[in-house]
């Protein structure tokens, strides 16, 4: 692996932080206070991102995106993790699930996110259903040429700012050598059809960027809106899932680095004892202890990212970057309201922001359980095959 930037990577680099000095940072504390970004703040940083061409950085620049590899997009994400997750979300990165549209989908769907005239969430999660993602009875039963959904889900991220959910559903039962198997199909719902409603929850984190509940009542969609082929609805799920663990490790480090660089100025401008408080070892040890996970998060992240431009990837090495990122992530913040002391748990400062929103980082893309299981049991089944 090469570790220096292009000349392309390091002007990306260097235009969107800028950017998120600019536009993002600033915005902060009225994300904090009203827990949502007001529509037209979030409409000209939207405006904004599309002039500077940050808008669908991820999706394929055949279709008007920014065409960016997965190593490129690490970089970004580490960016993009330094400001609120609120605003981060405005310089849209759609999922890349939607690349399955077909037909009148693309028109529809597909090319309005990646202009960013239009804003999707991702419905899987819910009351049963969290990480056994395989649990979920939200149904979808034929009814001549459409599909009537009943159901709930639950944590549904941004759900209420979006305009349309690409949904899962239970759509038949299917016999296997195995015994029953659910068949599952994914569908695009536009959040202002009869029958859909949304009720923000209300989080201790990540303000602004609200989990939702979603209720749906006989929602009736015609069979064009499933997203590629009924019961194959996971087919296309495990590059999205992929991407978004080592995605999140990257947005990660870089909220690491500027609580990192934050606690590293504190530690060396606070005296006590007539020195500065980073002379002391209880102090020194813990920027120490930082340093060393967030270089450690990088090096994975990285690693992570060029094997999957290279689809090399597997799905225990995934989850080995989410684990680590997200527990990292935890006690660096921890470590970093330590540093400030009382100041650390004052709403004038943003550390007790840091470190509130840092705690959902080991559950909603996979919850630290999880993830172990599958390294452990990923590894013993290639010992056992030996």
Request: hydrophobic share 40%; with cysteine.
């Amino acid at each position: 692996m090469d570790f220096s930037l292009s000349f392309e990577q390091q002007s990306l680099i260097d235009s969107l932080k800028v950017f998120v000095e600019r536009e993002l940072l600033p915005h902060e504390n009225v994300v904090e206070e009203l827990r949502a970004v007001p529509s037209d703040l979030a409409a000209d940083i939207v405006a904004k991102a599309r002039d500077a061409g940050f808008l669908a950085m991820n999706m394929p620049a055949e279709l008007g995106g920014g065409g960016l590899d997965y190593e490129t997009m690490a970089l970004v994400e580490r960016e993009l993790g330094k400001p609120s997750t609120a605003l981060s979300l405005l310089l849209k990165r759609p999922t890349k699930i939607l690349l399955a549209c077909q037909g009148d989908q693309i028109e529809r769907y597909l090319m309005p996110v990646i202009r960013g005239e239009r804003t999707d969430c991702f419905a899987l999660t819910e009351p049963g259903g969290g990480s056994d993602a395989k649990a979920i009875v939200t149904s979808a039963r034929r009814d001549g040429d459409d599909w009537v959904i009943n159901g709930v889900k639950q944590f549904i991220s941004h759900a209420d700012t979006a305009d349309f959910m690409v949904l899962f559903a239970v759509t038949g039962i299917d016999e296997t050598p195995k015994g029953q198997r659910k068949r599952f199909t994914a569908f695009l719902i536009d959040h202002d059809l009869p029958g859909v409603t949304i009720k923000p929850m209300k989080s201790i984190c990540t303000r602004g960027y609200n989990p939702n509940m979603i209720y749906l009542d006989d929602v009736r969609v015609p069979h064009a809106q499933i997203l590629g082929e009924e019961g194959k609805g996971f087919d296309f799920a495990n590059d999205w899932l992929y991407a978004g663990r080592v995605m999140l490790a990257a947005n990660c480090c870089g909220r690491a680095e500027r609580i990192f660089d934050m606690s590293c100025e504190w530690a060396a401008s606070r005296k006590a004892f007539g020195r500065t408080i980073g002379e002391f070892q209880g102090t020194g040890f813990k920027i120490s202890d930082m340093a060393v996970d967030i270089k450690t998060c990088f090096l994975l992240v990285m690693e992570a990212a060029w094997k999957m431009d290279r689809g090399t990837l597997t799905r225990h090495e995934a989850s080995i970057v989410n684990l680590h990122g997200s527990e990292m992530i935890g006690r660096v913040a921890d470590h970093a309201v330590q540093i400030f002391g009382g100041m650390g748990m004052m709403e004038d400062f943003p550390i007790q922001r840091f470190w509130r929103d840092a705690r959902i980082e080991r559950i909603w893309e996979g919850t630290s359980e999880i993830h172990r299981d599958i390294i452990a049991r990923d590894i013993l089944r290639d010992h056992r095959a030996v």
